[in-house]
């Protein structure tokens, strides 16, 4: 006896919704508790802002509001969507799921809903999942989400992360196509160097006395080794683009976008470099206004560019998440069409 299944179709980025929280932080407002300046932080990483949510800004309200603006822009309610897939690090509880209020909320607590942990790779992990749902007929229409509240996860002290992390929410909508429009995705990880980004001191605390259990563990924030994230990204990382290129039958010349994740000007530079993404090919530079968002980096790049650039609907965009774990994850898609 074999099962039944539906044959494998193809699957495409329908539109695309973006939530920014209202207020703009300069590095002004940052430097002193830090030591540092303005001219450091623009030439070491190109930031000049960053978003930090307001107490009315939650994971939640954040992920809502870009989902409503991809349904619309997709002239679809939610009862067209069966599948909620949100990626997110700073949503403070393991159950019930940020997804499944999200679904509720927004008025289809039906759909199938699950949050996954993949840090900065977890809009293209969220991709790579929703894309291949579609295609084997699991699901119909997917809203994949990166949604981060990373000023809850951040101490504004630390002076190797506070002028970096921000907030932010993008959703796409995955659904059928009748061409590859999202192609094979090239991820994984270098699990071990899962210390290279992590939340401290909560996990150290807990890998080095777990039979102390939880209770004692202080409010976990984000730790990093800059230097070695920096190499990681622009040497192994960039890799996984030329492979995604090649699975795709893609050349760097045929792309309209290049959108990596947004997390330092230098690193998307130099990626773009070890790709041979040619000058023709518009890089995305949304972490200059907006910081590294994480999750959402790349869905809230991908709405700055089209709206900045509208001739890019249509186009094929590479994509590259990385991040903590450490993990990686990029595929070519061809950009949603104008709505
Ligand atoms: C974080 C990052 C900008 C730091 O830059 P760096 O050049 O590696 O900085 P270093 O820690 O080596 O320090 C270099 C100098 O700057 C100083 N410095 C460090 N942090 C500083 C700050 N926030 N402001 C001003 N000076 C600072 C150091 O004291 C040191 O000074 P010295 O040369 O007089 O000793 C860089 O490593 C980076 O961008 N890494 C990638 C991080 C990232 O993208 N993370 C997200 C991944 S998802």
Known sequence: MSIKLPAVGNSQILSV?????????????????????????????????RRFAGPEEGVISMAMAACEMALERAHMSMADIDTVILATISYPFQAPSAATELVALLGNPKAAAVDISAACAGFCYGVAMASDLVRTGNSKNVLVIGVEKLSDFTDPNDRATAFIFADGAGAVIIGASDQARIGPTIWGSDADSRDTIMLTPAYTEFRNAPEKGVAHLGWPNIAQQGQAVYRWAVFTVSKAGIKALEAAGVRADELG??????????????????????????TADDIRVNGNTSAA????????LLLKHPELHGTLALLIGYGAGLVYAAQVVALPPAP
């Open 257 to 282: 976008a290049f959108i990596p994740h947004q997390a330092n000007m230098r690193i998307i530079e130099s990626m773009a470099k070890e790709i041979n993404i040619p000058e023709s090919v518009i």
């Open 17 to 49: 919704g973006s939530y920014r929280p209202k207020r703009l932080v300069p590095n002004s407002e940052i430097v002193d508790r830090i030591e540092s300046s303005d001219e450091w932080i623009v030439q070491r990483t190109g930031i000049q802002s």
């Open 297 to 304: 980096s790349i869905p809230l790049a991908m709405d700055a």
